[in-house]
């Protein structure tokens, strides 16, 4: 085990950023009624390891607004011609974007993801990392590879903070290892006298614990805490089929709700995004990829105004099956860890512990 | 609390459903809840956690006769709903409580942890078993409200917020601002939890054709929003903060419809939610020019 001190812990996020790394640490944001999020550090910013934050640390490997790449309509040449993408989609993509003839269509691909290092996260929010690896950088499993996410997983390092405090919301231990997960950490540490003790979990995570701000120690790490358990969750895979046409009862357990995004965006593991153009005069713009919900009415809205999740009740069923039962089904994994973001956060007071109890209970009764 | 059931009940008979709170919230506090029947009513609490604005939900239930308990703030927008027309004063029974100053719960789990236990019996406020200055945490609408006993005497941070807000100029507002919207995530909590949001899915903040505002997620797109927010509720908001108190990042936005309301007293002496038979200044449509005049 490896010991840091306290004083030492601002010069070690300082070495990371002099080595050329961004680094993300937890942080009291002023004026913000005590708001904890995970923000770029810099120089002389304070950090907080006490609190919980109020959105997930997902900004690092999926950020809320990403450039995929930029375009420029050039006059002059003969034809649609593009440069900096490959294969057989740019033809179709130079037609999307319907370049008039004699016009040329120039992609400026995304630059490349810095190292980054995420100093502070909590077990659900590395775990979560692991669990979106199962979808989006997983050629033999679920056939996806999604290069920008991959590039941005490469250079990412996680130093997670183990809980040996919860709150009333983290229900972690109802999955897996609970908060003694170690999966998507490089490194876990733990609260100390005078410092944080230090595990290293990945070689790469070895790597940095030789560095010289740590020293070997005997100390051995505190007790974890024990956060709620609900049983039989991975059933839910299997059983929320059984009462997916029961709208009587998605419609009851999401009477509270009011259709806001805030559950999906805080959420480590929902994943979803939109993708739009966003021009700069008629000449010149670039693709985006964004956060998008399931809980907003837009997100399944046809082009021909047809909506197969036209209510509530619609989309709150498919974000319950989506994490409890399609993801588990198609990735082998539970799109949830436990961080209980949605319950601190909900505005409606809705606890997705009620639903899933309620759901267990539920589907036993039609079974 | 059994006379508050008794009500409920009463309107039960002559309604769908009555809106309002049982204690089974997340965290341990009260949380909206939908009676349908005598029996779901007996779970029915009043007390200073029902924070939330049930109006909210009246738009959603149009073409139902609903009963709803209100504070006196609720109440204003439930009568700024009718007067706009939006809802049928024939189908809301309206349950009138006294309310005793709503709680900032969120400042109370900032202060000693989310979850902290709230009591609450009207004299005393427990967190945690041990007794707290009620003034500390009673949410700053309230201090400002003339319905309630804490008029003025709210002894909250965000009280003093208000008042250090008054004092800045403009550029140190617009730098205010862009620290504060450069965490907004655009989950649109706060239009979701408005009563007066009611656009729903044609809000102008998400469509695509015509793709009115950008799609990114970032200081300058929040700035955007919230203007459009703002000004799409000019004469509308009745000041139940719900925006604020929705919003997950801790955005201060009710500074912004403070700003407005005050705005909107001096240049139309207009309150919204008042008078159900009102016109609100920005739908009254005049060519004279006489926003007042009954042509």
């Not at chain 2, 809840?33 to 009513?41: D, K, N, P, S």
């Amino acid at each position: 085990m490896r010991f840091i001190s306290g004083e030492n812990i601002p010069e070690l996020l300082e070495s990371f950023s002099a080595g050329g790394s961004v680094v993300w640490a937890p942080r009291e944001l002023t004026g913000s009624g005590g708001t904890v999020l995970f923000e770029r550090w810099q120089t002389g910013d304070p950090i907080d390891l006490e609190h919980f934050s109020s959105l997930s640390a997902k900004d690092v490997v999926l950020p809320r607004t990403e450039k995929l790449f930029g375009y420029t309509y050039a006059f002059g040449g003969g034809g649609l011609g593009t440069s900096g993408l490959g294969g057989p989609s740019v033809g179709g993509l130079g037609g999307a974007l319907g370049g008039a003839p004699g016009e040329k269509l120039v992609i400026e691909p995304a630059p490349p993801e810095p190292p980054t290092v995420l100093f502070g996260a909590r077990a659900c929010d590395a775990k979560a990392l692991n669990v979106l690896d199962a979808l989006f950088n997983n050629p033999e499993g679920s056939g996806y590879k999604d290069p920008q996410y991959q590039s941005r997983r490469d250079a990412l390092t996680v130093i997670t903070l183990a809980c040996t405090t919860c709150d009333e919301a983290c229900f972690c231990s109802s999955f897996g290892s609970g908060n003694a997960e170690k999966a998507g950490s490089d490194i876990i540490l733990y609260p100390a006298d005078g410092g944080l003790l230090a595990e290293a979990v990945t070689k790469a995570g070895e790597a940095l614990l030789a560095g010289p701000l740590f020293e070997e120690t005997q100390m051995s790490p505190p007790p974890l805490a024990e956060t709620t358990r609900i049983e039989g969750l991975e059933s839910l895979e299997k059983k929320l089929p059984g009462i997916f046409d029961d709208m009587d009862f998605w419609q009851r357990i999401s009477e509270r709700c009011i259709s806001c995004g805030f559950c999906t965006y805080g959420c480590p593991t929902c994943y979803c995004f939109n993708i739009h153009d966003e021009m700069k005069g008629d000449r010149e713009g670039e693709r985006q990829r964004t956060w998008d919900a399931c809980m907003f009415a837009l997100y399944t809205q046809e082009t021909s105004g047809h909506n197969p999740r036209p209510t509530l009740a619609h989309r709150y069923r498919n974000r319950i099956n989506h994490k409890f039962s399609y993801y588990p089904e198609n990735q082998g994994m539970i799109l949830c860890t436990g961080c209980g973001r949605c319950i601190r956060g909900c505005p409606a007071g809705l606890d997705i512990r009620d639903v899933l109890s309620e759901a267990l209970k539920e589907s036993s009764k039609e079974q | 609390m059994s006379e508050h059931i008794t009500k409920i009940r009463e309107v039960l008979a002559e309604t769908d459903m009555v809106l309002g709170w049982t204690a089974s919230g997340a965290g341990g506090v009260a949380a909206p809840a939908r009676f349908h029947t005598a029996e779901e009513a007996a779970a029915a609490v009043f007390d200073s956690t029902c924070v939330h604005n049930l109006a909210v939900h009246l738009p959603r239930l149009k073409g139902r006769t609903v009963g709803i308990v209100a504070k006196a703030c609720d109440a204003r927008s439930i009568i700024e709903l009718i007067a706009e027309r939006e809802i049928d004063r024939e189908q809301v029974r309206i349950i009138a409580v006294n309310c005793p100053a709503v709680l900032d719960v969120k400042a109370i789990w900032s202060r000693y942890g989310y979850g902290a236990r709230v009591e609450d019996d009207g004299s005393e406020l427990r967190v945690n078993g041990e007794m707290v200055d009620r003034k500390t945490f009673v949410q700053a609408k309230c201090a400002n409200c003339t319905e309630s006993k804490f008029a003025s005497a709210s002894a909250s941070e965000r009280l003093k917020l208000s008042e250090d807000f008054k004092s800045m100029s403009v550029e140190e507002r617009r730098e205010f601002w862009r620290d504060q919207y450069g965490r907004c995530i655009r989950c649109h909590a706060c239009r979701e939890a408005c009563p007066m949001c009611y656009c729903r899915d044609v809000c102008i903040m998400q469509t695509t054709d015509p793709h009115w505002t950008g799609g990114g997620i970032d200081a300058g797109e929040a700035e955007m929003m919230q203007l459009i927010r703002v000004n799409h509720l000019a004469g509308r908001c009745t000041a139940c903060g719900e925006c604020e108190r929705a919003c997950p990042v801790g955005i201060p936005l009710m500074l912004l419809m403070e700003e407005q309301n005050r705005a909107i007293k001096e240049m139309f002496d207009y309150r919204a939610g008042i008078d159900p038979e009102a016109k609100p200044p920005l739908l009254t449509f005049d060519i004279k020019g006489d926003a007042w005049g009954d042509a």
